[in-house]
C-alpha cells in the first residue's frame, strides 16, 4: 500500500487509490470522526461483508478436519469481500508474519481498502481441539486457562497475558478470541479447561487481570482486543453435556444463580474488554428468552447492551446459523438451539434483532442483504453495527499500519525470556493435593518422557526394578463418537475400575507419584490415599512437574475448583450453584503446606 503525504506534510494510507488524503484516512482525527466518513461511502454490500467473520488457514494449508469448506484468503476477500478471520491452522512466526501482510495487501487493493482483522482461539496452552483451542506456531507455553486460575496471582496472569498479546501481535492477531467468564460450576462440563474456575470472585480478579495484560488499559494500536465469552455464561450446562452438540443445547438454572454467573462478566466489563461472544446454549428457566443465546434479544439488547451498557462489537458463537460440511467425511451441524424450526433467512433476522454485530464462522454475506433486501432489517441497524466493528479497526491502528515484520516476528514468538516466563506461570500453576516429596534414584515412568526424567535418577524398565514411580495421568473422560465430539473430553470424571486397581496396585509395590492433569475436576478418592505424593497440573512440561515432584521447585498453586468425592456427588448437585457437591475430596482453594512440596 502506498503511503502518501498530505499537502501539510502528514503520512496517510492512501486506501481508496485516489490520491487524497479523505477524513478516514487522516490518522490525526477522532476514531468516531473516521468512521462516520467511511461508513458515508460504504455500499450495502461492504457493510454486510464487514459483518462476516470467517475462518482462514494461512497460504494452502487446509487440514483435512475443516479445510475442505474454507475458501481461500483471496477468495474471502477479493471476492466476498471479508475483512475478519479467525486463524485455524498457524505456521511458525515468520510464515504467519508474512501471510497476515499478504492477506493485508489484498485487502488493502480492494476499493475503499479496509484493513483485516485477525483473531484466534488460545494458542499458548497445551490442549488442541479444532473447535476451541489450537497449538503450534512456536508460541512460548504456559497452563491452560484454568492453571491461571489455580496459580490466582493477578500480576503475574496480567504479565503473561501481555505476553500473549505481543506474541499474537507479532504475527499479525489482532483479536483474542478469549478469555472465557464462564464459571465451572458443573465439573462434568468438557471446557472447564479454559476458564478460570468455579469460584466468582477468583475468576473475575483473574478475568480482569488476563484482560488489561492483553488490551492494556485502553484499546490501541499495541493492543490484542479481547473477544470475552460466552454471555451470559456458559458454565451450567445441562448434566455437563457440551453446547457445540444438541444434548447440551440448554443452560439450567435450578438454584436460581444467574446473577452468581453475570459476575466474571461484570469483571470483564469494568476493564473494558472490547468484545463479547454469546454463547450457543438456551438459558433455560433464567426468566430470559427460551432461544440460544445468539439469536436471543432479552441477553444481547435487554442485559448486555442496556443494563450493562456495552456497546462493543457482539459476534456470535460460530456457524451458529449454518453448518459446515466436510465432503466425504461429515456435516457438522448449525447450533441454533431453540431456533431449528425456522429458515436460515429467519434466523439470520432474529440474530441481527437481538443485537449482533457479526456472523461468526459465516462467509456468505449474502445472508445479510437477504435480510435487507427483505425489509425485516433496515440499513440504519446495519450501519450500527458496521460503526462498532470499524471502530476497534480504528482503535487497533489497523488503518493506519496493519504490518508486521516477519523477521521480528520470529525473533519475538517463542524467545527466550518467554518460555522461561510461560514456564514460571506452569510452576506457580501446580497444586500439591496430597503426600510427601519423592526421594528414589531408580525410577519407573508411565507418561514422562525418559530423556526429562534421567536428571533426577536412573530410568528403569519394570516397576520392580525402581524404588519411585512417577505417573502422569489425564482427568478421566468418556470416548465419544463424532467428527468434533472426540475432542471434547465429557462424561463420567471416575477412573474406570480396572485401571483404579492397576494404578492402586502399583502404588502398593513401589511409593508413587500421581500428577493428574486436570482438565476437568477428576475424582481421585481412590487414589488418594495410595499416592506418595498427589500434584495436580493444569498444562506443564515434564521437567516442571519432576520438579516439583522432588522438591526442588515449591507448589504454590491451589485448586481452582472443588474436586468431587464421586460421579453420584457430581450428579445430584445443580449446575449452576458453585461448591454445590456433596464432601468433596479436597475444596477449591486446596493447597499443601506452604512454601513446601510435601
Not at 479445510?67 to 477468495?75: K, M, N, R, Y
Not at 524467545?415 to 496430597?434: F, I, Y
Not at 465430539?485 to 480396572?498: I, K, N, Q, T, V
Request: charged share 25%.
Amino acid at each position: 500500500m502506498l503511503t502518501l503525504r498530505h499537502h501539510d506534510g502528514t503520512p496517510f494510507r492512501d486506501l481508496n487509490h485516489n490520491g487524497t488524503m479523505e477524513p478516514y484516512e487522516d490518522p490525526r482525527l477522532p476514531v468516531e470522526e473516521r468512521v462516520e466518513d467511511l461508513v458515508s461511502r460504504m455500499t450495502l454490500a461492504e457493510k454486510a461483508a464487514l459483518m462476516c467473520h470467517g475462518r482462514m488457514f494461512a497460504g494452502n494449508a487446509r487440514p483435512a478436519l475443516l479445510g475442505a469448506t474454507v475458501p481461500s484468503g483471496a477468495e474471502l476477500i477479493t471476492e466476498r469481500g471479508l475483512t475478519a478471520f479467525a486463524m485455524m491452522a498457524v505456521p511458525d512466526a515468520r510464515t504467519m508474519a508474512g501471510w497476515n501482510n499478504h492477506v493485508q495487501d489484498l485487502a488493502a487493493a480492494e476499493r475503499l481498502g479496509i484493513p483485516v482483522t485477525l483473531s484466534s482461539d488460545p494458542r499458548h496452552g497445551f490442549n488442541a481441539n479444532p473447535a476451541t483451542a489450537h497449538i503450534g506456531g512456536g508460541f512460548s507455553t504456559g497452563p491452560e486457562p484454568i492453571g491461571l486460575g489455580a496459580a490466582d496471582d493477578p500480576a503475574l496472569v496480567e504479565e503473561y497475558a501481555a505476553l500473549i498479546g505481543r506474541e499474537l501481535r507479532a504475527v499479525g492477531i489482532r483479536v483474542a478470541l478469549h478469555p472465557m467468564a464462564d464459571l465451572a460450576t458443573e465439573p462434568r462440563w468438557p471446557r472447564i479447561n479454559g476458564t478460570f474456575g468455579e469460584d466468582p470472585e477468583r475468576v473475575a480478579r483473574t478475568l480482569a487481570a488476563y484482560i488489561r495484560g492483553l488490551q492494556g488499559e485502553r484499546i490501541g494500536p499495541d493492543s490484542v482486543a479481547c473477544m470475552t465469552k460466552h454471555f451470559p455464561g456458559n458454565g451450567p450446562q445441562e448434566r455437563g453435556e457440551e453446547s457445540h452438540f444438541a444434548a447440551g443445547r440448554r443452560l439450567v438454572y435450578p438454584g436460581g444463580a444467574l446473577e452468581t454467573h453475570l459476575r466474571p462478566f461484570e469483571a470483564a466489563f469494568a476493564a473494558g474488554t472490547a468484545q463479547i461472544m454469546p454463547a450457543y446454549a438456551i438459558p433455560s428457566g433464567s426468566g430470559l428468552s427460551e432461544v440460544g443465546a445468539n439469536f436471543n434479544r432479552d441477553v444481547i439488547t435487554d442485559l448486555l447492551r442496556e443494563r450493562y451498557g456495552f456497546d462493543g462489537v457482539v459476534c456470535t458463537d460460530f456457524n451458529a446459523i449454518t453448518g459446515m460440511e466436510v465432503p466425504g467425511v461429515a456435516t457438522l451441524p448449525p447450533r441454533n438451539w431453540g431456533v431449528e424450526h425456522l429458515s436460515v433467512a429467519e434466523q439470520v433476522v432474529l440474530t441481527l434483532d437481538a443485537g449482533a454485530d457479526q456472523l461468526g464462522g459465516e462467509t456468505d454475506p449474502e445472508l445479510i442483504l437477504t435480510a435487507v433486501r427483505s425489509g425485516a432489517v433496515s440499513e440504519a441497524r446495519i450501519d450500527d453495527s458496521v460503526r462498532r466493528i470499524l471502530r476497534d479497526k480504528f482503535r487497533l491502528g489497523l488503518f493506519d499500519d496493519p504490518y508486521v515484520d516477519p523477521e521480528a516476528a520470529e525473533r519475538e514468538v517463542g524467545a527466550p525470556t518467554g518460555r522461561a516466563l510461560g514456564r514460571k506461570v506452569q510452576r506457580r500453576s501446580l497444586v500439591h493435593l496430597a503426600g510427601r516429596a519423592a526421594t528414589g534414584t531408580r525410577l519407573y515412568l508411565e507418561g514422562v518422557s525418559p530423556e526429562a526424567a534421567a536428571r533426577y535418577g536412573t530410568v528403569v524398565e519394570r516397576p520392580e526394578e525402581a524404588d519411585l514411580a512417577v505417573v502422569r495421568l489425564r482427568a478421566p473422560y468418556e470416548q465419544r463418537e463424532g467428527l468434533l465430539e472426540r475432542y471434547f473430553h465429557g462424561g463420567s470424571l471416575e477412573f474406570p475400575p480396572a485401571e483404579v486397581a492397576r494404578l492402586t496396585a502399583l502404588a502398593a509395590a513401589v511409593p508413587t507419584v500421581f500428577a493428574v492433569h486436570l482438565e476437568r475436576p477428576a475424582v481421585l478418592t481412590p487414589l488418594a490415599p495410595h499416592a506418595a505424593l498427589l500434584i495436580g497440573e493444569f498444562g506443564a512440561d515434564d521437567e516442571v512437574v519432576l520438579d516439583a515432584a522432588f522438591g526442588r521447585e515449591a507448589m504454590t498453586g491451589s485448586l481452582p475448583f472443588d474436586l468431587p468425592s464421586s460421579d453420584a456427588a457430581v450428579a445430584a448437585a445443580r449446575e449452576d450453584v458453585p461448591f454445590d457437591t456433596r464432601d468433596p475430596l479436597f475444596r477449591c482453594g486446596h493447597r499443601g503446606p506452604a512454601g513446601t512440596a510435601g
